[in-house]
């Protein structure tokens, strides 16, 4: 990481000999990081092909660095889609498992601890708890049953005893309750109810609520208007207290520290009621305190997270019938959010789930639509000042006539919040609107928050068979073609040699 001395990185380029280009002069800058403007999202279709898609999940399943994913129906069981190119825009069925109709719930978690990630989810036809065990490069998918659960409305995963291993925690029937992982490699379970008095219990999560180093239990059910959590006392024992009373049909509820002081909060949706988190008021959870979202919003997927980068806790959450939504944490402390629609363009848009698909360093989306049998991914776009790039031509017009050159410097200064490798590349827009890229390229190079890359003097070699005309030129940095940080460009013409003095 690069401080604010007056220490200098010098990088040699090596680019093609169409251009010459000098040292790479790296200057630490001494001004504020910028954060990302609002956010863009682009649309990248996977299959519309997937009838009743609900369920959604990703991760590094192969082991090759980036995420893939696994999607889940109610009438076609489970898929599996691997990330080839590690941009999120190739994909290839791996898997396909038509007899295990599944759930909402696709959890990928370690559940044999071997240090990849399996797949936690439940049979819907047969009530049953199951985690897959992912193996050769996410080719073979291997079941291995927990427990059967009646009327299961949701599954976790969390390490609910702290001996190092996932255990898992469901909501349904009458009941609340978690399955010990007791040889840590997910081949035996034993299970104790956490509280058997709640009729129709919908939803459940895990989290150190009081702050005493364990993990405690949050649910409802969707009879009542109240959430709980319930206090772990040596993982036997569980002492119920209220947290609110204020929800309607709760159907979902998530912890988080939203208010960015230390402790954990608790956020709820119900289906007649206010998306509204509670306020850990001493981080003891004997005292909550109530803040409205977003009015009469009834969520369908809820998911706590950093989306913009700017190291506070946002919402993202799924609706019924109106696609998703995400809350931006703008006073970063949960007392001012600001509701951005990502897609209200598909119907009953279920399961979401954040990831980094493209190895951008941001997290983009992908969704399940069970009416349009759809995996889509939405990737954030990486606006086009992230990196500012300044282009100035020695001379301006620049006219030229083949075989002759010309020459202009280059500044590109950072405004990335973390440390991205990024590549340059140069471009030009022939006179018949023809796109010749690249005309240069560097390798990868560190972009750390706050540096800039001045090149004083770049010369680029006009060809003798060159066309006559007017050209664009055209510097970009970025990952790749589809994800750009930065852009700047000046026209050139290329006359006739005898012309050049005319103009």
């Known amino acids: 990481m690069y401080s604010c001395s007056k220490e200098i990185l010098r990088m040699e380029a090596k680019m093609k000999s169409a251009s010459t280009l000098p040292l790479l002069v790296v ?42 994913i696994i999607g889940g129906s109610t009438t076609a069981g489970l898929r599996y889609w691997e990330n080839v190119d590690g941009q999120g825009l190739n994909w290839t069925l791996r898997a396909t498992l038509d007899s295990f109709v599944t759930s909402y719930d696709l959890l990928p978690a370690d559940m044999d601890s071997d240090g990849d990630p399996d797949l936690l989810t439940w049979k819907l036809d047969a009530e049953t708890i199951v985690w897959w065990e992912v193996a050769d490069s996410g080719s073979t998918w291997i079941p291995h049953p927990v427990d059967n659960f009646y009327n ?38 034993s299970t104790d109810i956490i509280n058997g008095r709640h009729r129709l219990a919908n939803t459940v999560d895990a989290a150190d609520i009081d702050g005493d180093g364990d993990m405690d239990v949050t649910g409802s059910d969707n009879t009542r208007t109240y959430m709980f959590w319930w206090e772990n006392f040596n993982n036997t024992d569980w002492l119920q207290h209220t947290a609110s009373g204020e929800l309607n049909d709760i159907v979902k509820v998530k912890t988080g520290d939203l208010d960015g002081d230390g402790d954990i909060d608790l956020i709820g949706s119900g289906a007649s009621s206010n998306l509204t988190w509670y306020e850990n008021v001493n981080g003891s959870g004997d005292s909550w305190n109530p803040h409205v979202v977003a009015e009469t919003w009834y969520a369908h997927e809820l998911s706590i997270l950093d989306l913009d980068g700017d190291n506070d806790l946002d919402i993202l959450g799924s609706q019924w019938g109106r696609g998703f939504t995400w809350w931006e944490n703008t006073s970063g402390d949960g007392q001012v959010w600001e ?28 969704g399940a639509s069970n009416t349009s049998n759809t995996i889509a991914i939405w990737f954030q776009v990486v606006s086009s000042d992230d990196i500012t790039i300044t282009l100035l031509p020695a001379t301006d017009p620049v006219i030229v006539t083949p075989s002759s050159s010309f020459t202009y410097s280059a500044t590109l200064v950072s405004h990335l919040t973390q440390s991205v490798s990024v590549i340059i590349w140069t471009e ?76």
Not at 42 to 48: A, G, L, N, Y
Not at 155 to 177: K, P, T, Y
Not at 349 to 362: E, K, L, M, S, V
């Open 27 to 68: 200057a630490v800058l001494c001004h504020a990081s910028v954060t990302f403007a609002q956010i863009q999202w682009s649309q990248f279709t996977i299959t519309e092909n997937f009838p009743d898609a609900t369920g959604v999940c990703a991760a590094d399943f192969d082991g090759d660095g980036d995420a893939d």
């Open 152 to 189: 299961i409305r949701e599954i976790a995963v969390s390490d609910i005893d702290s001996d190092g291993d996932m255990d898992v925690i469901g909501a349904g029937g009458w009941e609340v309750r978690w399955w010990e992982n007791e040889n840590g490699d997910g081949s035996a379970w």
């Open 339 to 366: 509701s951005w629609t990502i897609d209200d363009s598909l119907d009953e848009f279920n399961g979401i789930f954040p990831a980094d698909f493209n190895g951008d360093g941001r997290l983009d989306v992908v």
């Open 428 to 503: 030009a827009v022939l006179p018949n609107g023809t796109l010749f890229s690249p005309i240069i390229q560097t390798p990868s190079l560190p972009f750390t928050p706050n540096t800039a890359i001045t090149v004083p003097t770049i010369v680029q070699a006009i060809p003798g068979f060159a066309p006559i005309g007017e050209y664009v030129f055209r510097m970009k940095a970025g990952l790749n073609p589809t994800a750009v940080f930065g852009v700047d460009e000046f026209p050139f013409e290329v006359v006739p040699a005898n012309a050049a003095g005319k103009h």
